[in-house]
T-cell receptor
Framework: ETGVTQSPTHLIKTRGQQVTLRCSSQSGHNTVSWYQQALGQGPQFIFQYYREEENGRGNFPPRFSGLQFPNYSSELNVNALELDDSALYLC??????????????FGEGSRLTVL | EDQVTQSPEALRLQEGESSSLNCSYTVSGLRGLFWYRQDPGKGPEFLFTLYSAGEEKEKERLKATLTKKESFLHITAPKPEDSATYLCAVQAGANNLFFGTGTRLTVIP
């Protein structure tokens, strides 16, 4: 069983640039969510995708956008990067049905530094 | 407004010294409370789900309990490999988890 994989693991960008982060969900999981984790903080929910549609969004501006593909992999795009966007970006997957919707399988994250 | 507060922020224990981590929460309509473990530079790893007051779950040296206002993660006779940050989260809406800032546990041999 393949777990959640994310790429790249680390990247450095400058303010104003755009970034795309990628995630392959765990085998059999059709729901993907993205979280932002600043240093010393807990993860914050960005949005969730189910069957290629966004079906939940946290308190993040529209310059944070995403996609989910037919194979359930996903992308997170951030435009017009700001210094405060520096964080660990976590992708998590789960099955889309059942009661246990909080039992997420996380990848190891993409560490973004904005200079 | 949904809120999750974890205490203490950091905890140092001697190997074998049992203790408890606290997670107090305010959420309208709790749909589930979750505990995760996070090692440095890694993503969180799911540990437990609790749904109703009085519920308890156990796994090896860890036991999670839930009341109407808080949850405890009890660690019995910890080992150095239990060192990690322990995160508590509540299910706040249909599709997202609301996390606390975690307790960083260090177990000294």
């Amino acid at each position: 069983e393949t777990g959640v994989t994310q790429s790249p693991t680390h990247l450095i960008k400058t303010r104003g640039q755009q970034v795309t982060l990628r995630c392959s969900s765990q085998s059999g999981h059709n729901t993907v969510s993205w979280y932002q984790q600043a240093l010393g903080q807990g993860p914050q929910f960005i949005f969730q995708y189910y069957r290629e549609e966004e079906n939940g969004r946290g308190n993040f501006p529209p310059r944070f956008s995403g996609l989910q593909f037919p194979n359930y992999s996903s992308e997170l795009n951030v435009n017009a990067l700001e210094l405060d966007d520096s964080a660990l970006y976590l992708c998590a997957s789960r099955t889309g049905t059942g009661r246990n919707t909080g039992e997420l399988f996380f990848g190891e994250g993409s560490r973004l530094t904005v200079l | 407004e949904d809120q999750v507060t974890q205490s203490p922020e950091a905890l140092r224990l001697q190997e074998g010294e049992s203790s408890s981590l606290n997670c107090s929460y305010t959420v309208s309509g709790l749909r589930g409370l979750f505990w995760y473990r996070q090692d440095p530079g890694k993503g969180p790893e799911f540990l437990f789900t609790l749904y109703s007051a009085g519920e308890e779950k156990e796994k090896e040296r860890l036991k999670a309990t839930l009341t109407k206002k808080e949850s405890f993660l009890h660690i019995t006779a910890p080992k150095p490999e239990d060192s990690a940050t322990y995160l508590c989260a509540v299910q706040a809406g249909a599709n997202n988890l609301f996390f606390g800032t975690g307790t960083r546990l260090t177990v000294i041999p």
